[in-house]
Structures are given as C-alpha cells and as structure tokens.
C-alpha cells in the first residue's frame, strides 16, 4: 500500500445528455461501469484510502459498487468541480499526494498514473495534459518560458491563446498541505457561480510553484463520455485496444474489429478467433485453440488443441484438451468435456461430465450426467432430471451407447458397455453389458383409410 497516496474520484454527475435513471458513471464500456474502470486503475496504484464523490443515485451507485477501501462522499449540490473536492478537504493529509480522477473517464491507464505521479513527487502540483491537433473546446495550458501558469477556457483565451495546442484534462495531483490551502481560497464569482478546480492552477503558480506536467499516451485515455455517441467511442477503442494486445501476444483475429472482451481474456500460443466473437467474464484459452464465429464465451477455460465451433455458447464449462463443441452447441455452468470429448449441433448440456473420447453429435440434452469413456450418446437423447420439485443425476458408464431419440428418466444408471434401444424410455437401471428396449410394441394395420378432406 502507498501510504502516501489518497485518490479522489469525482463520480456526482448526472449525465443529463445520456437521457437514461441511471447515473452517468455506472453507464457500461465493456459491460463494466466506467467508474469501476476508474476504481480498478486506482486499486493498481495501491492508493491508502479511495474517497468517491457521489451525488445524483448516490444510492443505487453504492449498491453497484462494492469497494473495501471506498470512503464514499456526498456532494449534496454540484456546485462544480472544486466545490467536488472540497467535500473531502477535511480528510487530505498534509503530506500525502492527492490524485483527482473523474468516474466517466473509463480509460485512463495505472502506467500514465504512476508517471505523473512520479513527475509530480518533488512539487506541489502535477497536471495531466495532451497536444491536441484540434483543441477546441478544451482549456488551454498558458506557459511562460516553459513554466505553466494558469489554465484559461476557451470562451476566455485571446486570439494568441485560442493557438495553443496544449489541454488540460482535468486530472491532476496535488500534495495534500497545499491542496487544502487552495481550495479554500476557491471562489464561486463567475457566471456560472461554481467553483472551479482549475483555478488553484492559477493560485499555485502565482505562489511560484514549479508545476509538473504528463501527458498521455492517446487523447482517448483521457475522454469522457457525456451522451450514448461518446459512449460508443470509448467502447470501440477499449476494444481495439484489447485486441491490438492480443495480436502482440500472439493471437490470429480474422477481423480485429470483430471481437468484444467484456472481462479478462487470457491465452496460450497459436490461437485463433474468428469474426463476432463474445468473451464475457474471465476466459482462459489454452494453446492452438480455434474459436470459429459468432460465439459466446464466458466464465470457462478452454484446453489445448480444443475447438469452440461456430454459434456456441460457453458458459461457466470447461473443455478439455483436444475437444470440439458446436456448431449450435450450449454448455452450461457445470459443463466438462474430458480430452477428446465431442458435442455437436443443438446439443445442450448442464451440471454435466462427457468422458474421454465420449460423443454427443446432435439434438441432445445432458443434465446432472455423468458420461464415461468412450460413449456414445444418439440423437435426440435426453436426461429427465428434473420431477418439477427435484433434481436428480445420471450415470452412462464406460463405452456405454445409448439409441437415437431415448429418454433416460433420472435417477438411473446405464453401465459399462450397456446398449439402450433407440426410442427408448429407460426408468430402470441398465446393467454393464446389457441391452435395455423399452419402447411400445408396433402394431401394423392393414386396410388403414387416411382421412379425406370433407370439403372436397
């Protein structure tokens, strides 16, 4: 922990161009809240405490968040930016660096973090600045002889001014004895009647300060999202970013801009993911593992060698080596597929073991099963495991093959080497080596009428 960091996240926006109930900062990029986004590149700089600033659904942004080491801060009226801080000035220590973070800017990085931390430790305060090719609408850093003193908006700079190409981002870090000093000497007497952050810029370098400035290392590190438009901006760059670092680590995307990762996706040597790919929660991928399109992965981990066949969905299941699942197949929380195991099309399974070298090649529903080695499930097999009260298991032994189109109603055990007749309802244990028919007895009728339509 470093005892001499305290980060502030200003997260009391409303977000009234996103048109939405919920709060500006629990809007999703890749299906996280940006302020999580911000929260989890905090945790990496291992601050001593995180105060985080809330005020519109101040409650449902408690509920959705759930942090240790948050102390949670109301600002009550927003007032401004500085006002936002000065609703912790009470807490900042003399001599820790306060680092200021804003909750709808999801992208920042720890590395550009600990540089301007690192920038800033000798001073009072550090900025966090860009070159901009097109700085419209951004405040201006106004140097003199290299020395920054003071921040000035665009509705205020001169003509001279207005050519600056060097921004203000709004993130900045300031030792906690001087912080405190500034702001509150922070004034309200403008025409908007709030109290600006920016302001202590100005305060610090008319007492001379040696203000140290970062910058980014992209523009879009530093963007917020203020509507559903620079909402998406974010989340196509968060996603090329995801992907352009799983192609250094040596992955094939068929198409880098169609992939989403929504949570940690690890993976080994020579692997391949085709188009409109879904990765969701934490997915390990092993080596020489092929992932066809259009397929849903989330919350499983993927062996070597294995192959996720296109429009599958993977959740919460494990695939062992040399494996093959699809196309159409969904596995469900609980699903294992030992080496060499095979599912098919439309086959489902759930709370349920395919043994080495066992297949299941169409239309099959496994549920609470245990399948053995090198068994054979026919199409159209279902498990019955569930009396509409209860769930209960079944067992398909070693080499077992079970007929096309059988129902085994649970709880039951086939054994080893044990044959069930296809069109088969199994309520009864099979045992090793035996046949189970179980099915009604065909009648064949001569002289049968078909129905004629009587309207003819």
């Not at 900045?172 to 709030?194: H, P, T």
């Not at 209960?392 to 085994?408: P, Q």
Request: net charge negative; glycine share 10%.
């Amino acid at each position: 922990m470093n005892n001499s960091l305290r980060v502030v996240i200003l997260a009391a926006g409303k977000g009234t161009r996103m048109r939405s109930e919920l709060p500006k900062v629990l809007h999703p990029v890749a299906k996280k809240a940006m302020v999580q986004h911000v929260i989890d590149c905090a945790d990496a700089l291992k601050p001593a405490a995180i105060n985080l600033v809330y005020g519109h659904g101040g409650e449902l942004l408690q509920q959705r968040i759930q942090h240790p080491n948050i102390e949670w801060v109301e600002q009550a009226e927003q007032l401004g930016t500085g006002h936002a801080v000065q609703q912790v000035q009470a807490q900042l220590k003399d001599d820790e660096q306060v680092l200021v973070l804003y909750g709808d800017v999801p992208l920042i990085q720890p590395q550009t973090l600990e540089a301007l931390l690192k920038d800033s430790v000798d001073t009072e305060l550090g900025l966090l600045t860009m070159h901009l090719q097109d700085p419209t609408g951004y405040g201006r850093i106004v140097r003199d002889n290299d020395r920054v003193v003071e921040i000035v908006e665009q509705k205020d700079a001169s003509l001279t001014q207005l050519t600056i190409d060097e921004v203000n981002t709004g993130i900045m870090v300031a030792r906690g004895s001087a912080f405190k000093r500034w702001l509150a000497r922070l004034s309200n007497d403008n025409a908007q009647q709030e109290y600006y952050l920016t302001d202590v810029v100005a305060m610090a370098a008319q007492e001379g300060v040696n203000i140290a400035t970062t910058h980014p290392s992209s523009p879009m590190e530093v963007a917020g999202a203020n509507n559903r438009q620079q909402l998406a901006e974010l989340e196509r760059y968060y996603q090329r970013r995801i992907a352009e670092q799983l192609m250094v680590d040596g992955v094939t995307l068929i198409d880098p801009a169609r992939i989403d990762v929504r949570g940690s996706l690890t993976t080994g040597n020579d692997v391949t993911i085709d188009i409109n790919t879904v990765f969701e929660g934490e997915v390990v991928l092993g080596h020489q593992v092929t992932i066809e399109p259009n397929c849903v992965l989330k919350n499983c981990r993927i062996g070597d060698g294995a192959t996720v066949k296109a429009n599958s969905h993977i959740e919460g299941a494990e695939l062992g080596e040399n494996t093959a699942a699809g196309p159409f197949a969904r596995l469900r929380p609980g699903a294992v597929l030992k080496a060499g195991a095979q599912v098919g099309n439309f086959v489902e399974m759930k709370k349920s073991t395919l043994g080495k070298g066992s297949k299941a090649g169409h239309l099959t529903y496994l549920g609470d099963t245990e399948v053995g080695e090198g068994a054979n499930i026919g199409a159209g097999t279902i498990t019955c495991n569930y009396d509409g009260v209860n769930k209960f298991a079944t067992h398909i032994g070693d080499g077992a093959f079970i007929g096309s189109n059988s129902s085994l109603v649970a709880p039951v055990t086939i054994g080893a080497q044990a044959t069930v007749g296809a069109g088969s309802v199994v309520t009864r244990d099979v045992e090793q080596g035996e046949l189970a028919v179980a099915r009604g007895k065909q009648r064949n009728i001569s002289g049968w009428k078909r129905p004629v339509d009587k309207k003819d």
